[in-house]
């Protein structure tokens, strides 16, 4: 048993209320109470484990072991060693890569074809539906042919519902997939039941009558297995005792893991994944959290369900994906893309590597003391973002969300050419005020003020100052050439210089930061009147690493009462160590994703700057946004939570849901779940407002919420009746007259 944790035995004793959030205990006389504190504290005859509230106030009580192996640097987390067919998972080998057919699974020709053209990919483990009796079947047939092509790849075999099926695939597949919210619990009918101990006690007996056989056939037969949570697809019992929370998805995988365990059933991971990234993180955290008290060393399978498509996909799974690899968490990763599964492998490679870079290298700050970050529960930081012109009364006639959290920098050439600079920032303009808006930027950041007698770009800074566009300059150029209104940027060898006092009184500054700066030379911030942190974030780390130099950085500012508002600026260089690579669009998502999602997903952090030479500025004010909206930061523009097809689906799933955006783009603050199948319905689409159900073959479902409202839709006229229920809850709005 590891050092301080407490024994399994122990835990298994243990009961179960709902007044208990984290560790539920009825075993009162191992629970104590630090009075002094109101803390309570479990105690065994090797260890102290202490809890606390996740934030002040909140009822959620966490241990106070970290959950990751140090919150200085990035080290991967220990685990043991699970083998997948012929592939071992774990913290001794490399982060493994892995996909899903989208094939019919009985069309073995196709589903062969597919699998090999995702292995010459590169992916490790292809994971393939297996629904019925006769998709079971088809696996043996699936794994002949492709033993007798010479792909060795491990197969891995996703069930749902169907205890039976998972029995005879276990035969031939090398891993089994089992999601503890509809393996053995009947299909979740989102009903608020009550439980008494018996009736609980009744459904955890239920569930271990049910899943030991194939505990005991994978076994048998050495095969792995994945207990895979989903945010969305949690029983009714589970919803009832814990509702749709963190804490719900870690307890029903380890109901599970406990009849495993009592097994002596060793070789499984775990995933808790869901379509909202940072319920995805705090889901893992409070997993591993757990994990660590119990002394469990099991791998982590990571992914965000239903990312979606495009740039969408790929920045939400960045995020969740890339914020806990940044923590040193996670053996097996997929990205979820309704895109063809092949075309998953590239951005989980890059985070792959990311993750292995940063914990090969361990770069790190210096250890200090972390007391205000919020590691289970988001909650967005206070630092109140400038306007341009403050106290001024603004007309801003349809603009909407501008809440300073988006920042761009442009350049001389992009002044010169303003109706397209303005059409790229979102604002349009008529005779100097803006019309319409659905995604402003908030503030530019101008490297160089242009000349004098350059009146084109003048006129084009004025007209963005007039509709209330901050307007960021560096101090030399403010110095040299004043702008009225301007931020200026000064770093801190120009505060202790007292540079900036040569400008006018009443000058507001933005004071440009690296966040690894010893910690006496932050001290000038604290007689700062600064109006904002530009918080330099680059995207290639060479000393330290700047994501947990950054914690630190926000460790100062609350341990000091500093509560300026931050912004993260990321700068893509040309050149990239030491030659010159091209930073192409997946790089910058991915890379902004992990590096500045994984700040902003605990609420460090108040806004974006993205800079790239050789990206356009459409792109990049786009990925800002998204980013935002990753992080439940800021809501700009239409969520989608789509699935990204398995041999379930009933429908052509990139078809349709291009069909769907490309008549609801233009809905900000409406979030639509396009789902090919009901196992990815209803539970699946726990953030949506609306779905897009596969009921049955050419058949739709509709739904508000979680509750169907209209079945049997023929697929024809499914997209029109979507946006007809749209309207009539009142969500819909006209898309803007094109130019």
Not at 389 to 400: I, M, N, Q, S, T
Not at 414 to 419: D, Y
Not at 455 to 469: F, G, P, S
Not at 551 to 580: A, C, N
Request: with cysteine; hydrophobic share 40%.
């Amino acid at each position: 048993m590891a050092s301080g944790a407490v024994p399994a035995s122990f835990h298994q004793s243990i009961g179960f209320a709902k007044s208990w959030d984290f560790v539920r205990v009825f075993d009162l006389q191992s629970l104590k109470f630090r009075r002094s504190k109101g803390v309570p504290i479990i105690r065994n005859s090797t260890s102290t484990i202490q809890l606390e509230p996740a934030s002040d106030g909140s009822p959620l009580l966490v241990p106070r072991q970290k959950y990751c192996e140090s919150i200085h640097k990035t080290i991967r987390r220990k685990t043991c060693t699970v083998m997948v067919g012929n592939v071992a998972l774990g913290s001794e080998h490399p982060i493994r890569i892995q996909t899903m057919t989208t094939t019919d699974t009985k069309d073995v020709a196709a589903t062969v074809e597919q699998v090999m053209r995702i292995a010459d990919r590169g992916a490790d483990i292809v994971r393939i539906t297996v629904q019925g009796r006769k998709e079971a079947d088809a696996c043996f047939e699936l794994k002949n042919a492709l033993v007798q092509k010479n792909y060795n790849i491990p197969l891995v075999a996703d069930i749902h519902f169907a205890p039976p099926v998972a029995m005879r695939v276990a035969e031939c597949f090398d891993k089994i997939r089992v999601n503890p919210g509809n393996f053995a619990d009947r299909r979740a009918q989102f009903e608020e039941l009550e439980y008494t101990e018996d009736d609980y006690q009744k459904e955890l007996e239920h569930i271990d009558k049910v899943f030991t056989p194939l505990v005991e056939k994978c076994k048998k037969y050495g095969r792995a297995m994945r207990i895979g949570t989903n945010h969305g697809s949690l029983s009714d019992r589970i919803m009832s005792y814990y509702g749709d929370s963190p804490r719900g998805m870690v307890e029903s995988a380890f109901e599970y893991a406990r009849i495993c365990r009592k097994l002596d059933f060793h070789n499984f991971v775990f995933s808790m994944k869901a379509s909202n990234p940072v319920i995805m993180v705090q889901a893992y955290r409070l997993l591993v959290a757990e994990m660590n008290i119990l002394g469990w060393d099991y791998p982590l399978h990571l992914g965000v369900t239903e990312a979606g498509e495009g740039e969408d996909g790929r920045m939400k799974s960045a995020i969740g994906i890339g914020t806990l690899l940044m923590d040193g968490l996670g053996d097996t990763i997929r990205v979820s893309l309704t895109e063809p599964p092949e075309e998953e492998i590239d951005p989980c490679n890059r985070l792959a590597n990311l993750g292995m870079e940063a914990a090969e290298l361990q770069k790190g700050v210096a250890p200090f003391e972390e007391k205000n970050r919020r590691y289970f529960d988001f909650q967005r930081r206070s630092g109140r973002l400038p306007v341009q012109k403050e106290g001024e009364e603004v007309d801003y006639r349809g603009v909407l969300h501008r809440d300073g959290s988006v920042l761009m920098s442009i350049s001389l050439d992009q002044l010169q050419a303003p109706e397209a600079l303005y059409k790229s920032l979102a604002t349009k303009l008529i005779v100097g005020m803006p019309f319409k808006d659905l995604a402003t930027v908030d503030s530019i950041l101008l490297r160089k003020l242009p000349p004098v007698d350059d009146k084109d770009a003048r006129l084009a800074l004025k007209r963005l100052i007039d509709v209330t566009m901050g307007v960021i300059t560096p101090l030399s150029e403010q110095l040299a050439k004043p702008l009225p209104n301007a931020l200026v940027m000064v770093n801190l060898n120009e505060l202790s210089s007292d540079a900036h006092k040569l400008l006018p009184q009443g000058t507001r500054l933005v004071v440009s930061v690296r966040g690894d700066e010893p910690l006496d030379e932050l001290e000038i911030l604290k007689s700062t009147d600064a109006v904002m942190i530009l918080h330099y974030l680059p995207y290639t780390e060479e000393k330290t690493s700047r994501v947990h130099a950054a914690r630190r950085l926000f460790e100062y500012l609350s341990e000091s009462s500093l509560e300026f508002p931050v912004i993260h600026h990321i700068r893509f260089p040309e050149k990239v160590h030491r030659f010159f690579l091209f930073i192409g669009k997946d790089d910058l998502v991915i890379g902004a994703g992990t590096k500045a999602g994984s700040l902003l997903v605990d609420g460090l952090g108040d806004g974006i700057l993205l800079e790239a030479a050789d990206q356009d500025f459409d792109f990049l004010r786009n990925t800002s946004f998204k980013l935002l909206q990753g992080c439940r930061m800021r809501n700009t523009k239409t969520e989608y939570v789509s699935c990204p097809s398995c041999g379930r689906t009933l429908f052509d799933l990139q078809e349709i849901s291009a069909e769907i955006r490309e008549k609801t783009s233009h809905l900000p603050g409406v979030s639509i779940a396009i789902m090919g199948c009901i196992v990815n319905g209803p539970g699946e689409m726990a953030d949506a407002d609306f779905g897009y159900v596969g009921g049955a073959p050419g058949k739709i479902d509709l739904y508000v919420g979680k509750t169907v409202v209209q079945r049997g839709i023929a697929m024809a006229g499914a997209t029109d009746a979507l946006i007809q229920l749209i309207k009539d809850h009142g969500r819909w709005v006209d898309p803007p007259a094109q130019d």
